[in-house]
Structures are given as C-alpha cells and as structure tokens.
Nanobody, 115 residues
Framework: QVQLVESGGGLVQAGGSLRLSCAASGRTISSYVMGWFRQAPGKQRELVAS???????NYADSVKGRFTISRDNAKNTVSLQMNSLKPEDTAVYYC?????????WGQGTQVTVSS
C-alpha cells in the first residue's frame, strides 16, 4: 500500500519561503511521475508542479519562477521549494504519485501566507 506523508507547511509572511517534503513508502517512486497539488477553500484542487521519472518538470503559470519541484529517488522523497510566497498561495498542499491505474494522495499540509 502506497503512503505519502507531507511535511513542512505552516504560516509565513508574504515574500517568505517554505519547503514542503513528501516521504513515500510502499512503492519506489523512481518509476513514477510525482506532483504537488493545492486546494484553497471554495476552490477546486489544482496542479502546482509535477516531475517525471526522468526529471522533467512542469509548473502552473501562477508559480513559475517562484516554486521548484525536485525528487530524491534514493530517499524516496519529493520536495517543493516555495519562494516569494503570496497570500493567494494559501491552500492545503497535497503530494501525489501517478500510476497507470490510479493516483495516490497524501493527507495534505496547510500553507498559510499572511499579507
């Protein structure tokens, strides 16, 4: 059974930085696309960033140039470095692992950016 556990969320002032981490167990992540999503109150869950098993990255336009996704296959972890945070980045952030049959989700970590 795949488990994804996020950490690193919290409260930060606008302009600050946070680093989210996601530790995977039950499956080696090296063969899979990994991603970070977020969901703000009253809004749909949206893709923030993804990284392929080859290291190619993709970002939402709203975070390009500010966020960086990375993976450490040896540690079975994926991270999201978030810089120049804005109040509109406030959301619950979810780690995800994509397979051909389903997507696995973590429980989420809250990120709150104060103005």
């Amino acid at each position: 059974q795949v488990q994804l556990v996020e950490s690193g969320g919290g409260l930060v002032q606008a302009g600050g930085s946070l680093r989210l981490s996601c530790a995977a167990s039950g499956r080696t992540i090296s063969s899979y696309v990994m991603g970070w999503f977020r969901q703000a109150p009253g809004k749909q869950r949206e893709l923030v960033a993804s990284i392929s098993n080859g290291g190619s990255t993709n970002y939402a336009d709203s975070v390009k140039g500010r966020f960086t996704i990375s993976r450490d296959n040896a540690k079975n972890t994926v991270s999201l470095q978030m810089n120049s945070l804005k109040p509109e980045d406030t959301a619950v952030y979810y780690c995800s692992l994509f397979t051909a049959y389903r997507t696995y989700w973590g429980q989420g970590t809250q990120v709150t950016v104060s103005s």
